[in-house]
């Protein structure tokens, strides 16, 4: 069985297909050749080890799955799609607590919010007031970099 370290299949799969879109967008490194050059069966064992020095090469850092700093630029990333209207602010707390609980100091009142969605028919805010301040926070995340 391949190893994971947090990645499915797919993931892998989809890290080789963005080392190619990157060198068609004109980024170009040793490491990100080899690495758009994997078949799917050899993404499976060798994106772990591949895409670190792909990263580095371009001056990029490489974040452990399960880092704080791997966490924190997963939630950044989310951010910015809630900002890019692929997520509803709803679906980024509701994703941000699902994987970090109240634990990630970073997303911390994100998960709030989320909790505050849950209980609006007993609170005296509205959906509009918490998605205003989930979009401030997705900002607040965004600009992080």
């Known amino acids: 069985m391949p190893p994971s370290g947090g990645w499915g299949t797919r993931g ?17 490194s040793p490491g990100l050749r080899i690495l758009a050059a994997c078949t799917r069966a050899e993404a499976d064992y060798d994106v772990h080890a591949l895409l670190p020095e792909a990263l580095e ?11 704080e700093g791997g966490q924190e630029a997963a939630a950044r990333a989310l951010a910015r799609r809630v900002l890019a209207g692929e997520l509803t ?19 911390e009142r994100l998960a709030a919010l989320d909790d505050e969605y849950d209980t609006l028919e007993y609170g005296d805010r509205t959906a509009a007031q918490v998605d205003a301040e989930v979009t401030a926070e997705a900002r607040r995340l965004a600009a992080h970099l």
């Open 12 to 28: 892998r799969a989809n890290v080789v297909s963005a080392a190619c879109d990157a060198l068609v967008a004109g980024l170009d």
């Open 57 to 67: 090469e371009l001056g990029l850092t490489f974040y452990p799955v399960a880092s």
């Open 89 to 107: 602010p709803r679906e980024f707390t509701f994703r941000i607590h699902q994987r970090h609980g109240h634990e990630l100091a970073l997303t």
